[in-house]
């Protein structure tokens, strides 16, 4: 979800860096976390997570607002 969304350069790399985190440690994310960031972002906790996760989550947030806000504009503009 966050690699469609990523416009900036840093977006990828933090696609990148938070794919190789869970890689690593898979424990630390339960399907039902992801499912629940997945379904509604913007309601999510990010303090709920363990390091390093938080800031990831939270840019995968950013990113939603972001891409929410340039369609809403898009939508204006087409009016």
Partial sequence: AMKKMSLE??????????E?????????LSQVVV????D??????PKTLPEPYGQYIRHFVYMV???KNKV??????RQ
């Fill in 9 to 18: 350069v840093n977006d990828y790399e933090i696609c990148r860096r938070l």
């Fill in 20 to 28: 190789t985190i869970m890689m690593t440690s898979k424990e630390d």
């Fill in 40 to 45: 509604n972002p913007l309601d999510f906790d």
């Fill in 65 to 67: 607002k972001r891409n």
């Fill in 72 to 77: 809403l504009i898009q939508i204006l503009i």
């Fill in 35 to 38: 499912k629940s960031l997945l």
